[in-house]
T-cell receptor, first 111, second 116 residues
Framework: TQLLEQSPQFLSIQEGENLTVYCNSS?????LQWYRQEPGEGPVLLVT?????EVKKLKRLTFQFGDARKDSSLHITAAQPGDTGLYLC???????????FGKGTLLTVNP | DADVTQTPRNRITKTGKRIMLECSQT?????MYWYRQDPGLGLRLIYY???????NKGEISDGYSVSRQAQAKFSLSLESAIPNQTALYFC???????????????FGEGSRLTVL
């Protein structure tokens, strides 16, 4: 069974601060996805990283896939209250490409 | 209208009752999934279906069953609900033609089930 450990589990910061969320595993994944979930809604995909060492930027969000494809990070610059939500990483691996989800990081950005 | 629709959105029931959660999608995707979300435990896969004739157990299938009535419909049943099945349930879809890696999951808005 492939496991993904996310840290921190909870994060409360002030508007304008920077933060990093980590997603780690002892397993290799063929790809890794990051989702954001807002209260009362289902998760929505932010990005998919496929290549080891890959870095993707989405406005103030920077995603990195580890060289060995076992870990990933999400960095948010100058966080805003609209960034508040549950951030989930999900790794794809194995022959049937099912996703394994981390437990999530609940981010609160205070005005 | 939402591309992935779940009904009911909220349900309170009693221990021992049979419950069905329904999911329909207009995205034309072949793959459908049922997940369960509990605080601090993330999303856990209950069942998944890669096409109408394909049903597979996920990591926590005990106490649940599913039916893929059509490409667009995938229902989850709890034959005899118990309190520890109280959770937020999500249906999701994906497109197998996404390529060599797992495609994006598109989630419904969730069905909150409370078993008393």
């Amino acid at each position: 069974t492939q496991l993904l450990e996310q840290s921190p589990q909870f994060l409360s910061i002030q508007e304008g601060e920077n933060l990093t969320v980590y997603c780690n595993s002892s397993s290799v994944f063929s790809s890794l996805q990051w989702y954001r979930q807002e209260p009362g809604e289902g998760p929505v995909l932010l990005v998919t990283v496929v290549t080891g060492g890959e870095v993707k930027k989405l406005k103030r969000l920077t995603f990195q896939f580890g060289d060995a494809r076992k870990d990933s990070s999400l960095h948010i610059t100058a966080a805003q209250p609209g960034d508040t939500g549950l951030y989930l990483c999900a790794g794809a691996g194995g022959s049937n490409y099912k996703l394994t989800f981390g437990k999530g990081t609940l981010l609160t950005v205070n005005p | 209208d939402a591309d992935v629709t779940q009904t009911p959105r909220n349900r309170i029931t009693k221990t021992g009752k049979r419950i069905m959660l329904e999911c329909s999608q207009t995205k034309g995707h072949d793959r459908m999934y049922w997940y369960r979300q509990d605080p601090g435990l993330g999303l856990r896969l209950i069942y998944y279906s890669f096409d109408v004739k394909d049903i597979n157990k996920g990591e926590i299938s005990d106490g649940y069953s599913v039916s893929r009535q059509a490409q667009a419909k995938f229902s989850l049943s709890l034959e005899s609900a118990i309190p520890n099945q109280t959770a937020l349930y999500f249906c999701a879809t994906s497109d197998s033609s996404a390529g060599g890696y797992t495609g994006e999951l598109f989630f419904g808005e969730g069905s909150r089930l409370t078993v008393l």
